[in-house]
């Protein structure tokens, strides 16, 4: 009896996926511009180094100028740019009215709860990168990036970090002091370089030899890179290494 059950439960979310989907890609669609109109780094252009766009779209999203919106590459995860892109700008702290407002506040509930299998954000990455342009999803990216907090302030988007951390332009920054930045988005408290020097230094060290070709992800959810761990990470931290 409790195996009819969970069949006809299985069968009953297989048939509601599709229709969940359907919705959530036709009000994406139909709130898309709105919330693209209050994203205040839609319009910033990116003052990054050419070499540097490399190595943060090498990190971030390896295959992020091919794929239309999803994609799974080594050490990238579960997310690409796109779809942390669709996540801020569907799910974040603009609200909209009426009932779109209401079917926003629906997605919002689903995805805290069950993040890990709400396909409900891929759908919205592929409305977002069928709207916005690479370059335009590169600088919203590079303009709204959490780099964690100075002062009691937080600090959004690589130039604020770039000033915030080596007190200079994005612009200006050395490699390694860019790769120090690149170093922070997926844990900004864990990999803060001022709370957690030693372990921000070594990531650090991991980006820039992935960058530089002396290694690479061992999978697509090698996130810390552990092939690239130096020599004094293996030996003597192995328990703490990024």
Known sequence: MVRKYLKAAFIGMCLLLPVYLLIAFLWANSVADELLMATPSRGQA???HPRHVRALVMVEDPAFYEHAGLD???GQGVTSITSVLARDLFLGKHQVDGTKGAMQSFYRGVFNCCRKIDFGRDVMALVLDARVTKQQQLDMYVGSTYFGSLDGKAVVGF???ANGYYGKDLSRLTDR???GLMAMPIAPNRYHPLRNPELHAERAKRIEALVNGK??????LDLTYEECATDSAKTTTPSSSA
């Open 46 to 48: 990116t003052q990054i």
């Open 159 to 161: 130039e604020a970090a």
């Open 177 to 179: 002091e860019f790769y």
């Open 72 to 74: 799974i590459s080594k």
């Open 215 to 220: 290694c690479e992800a061992s999978g697509w």
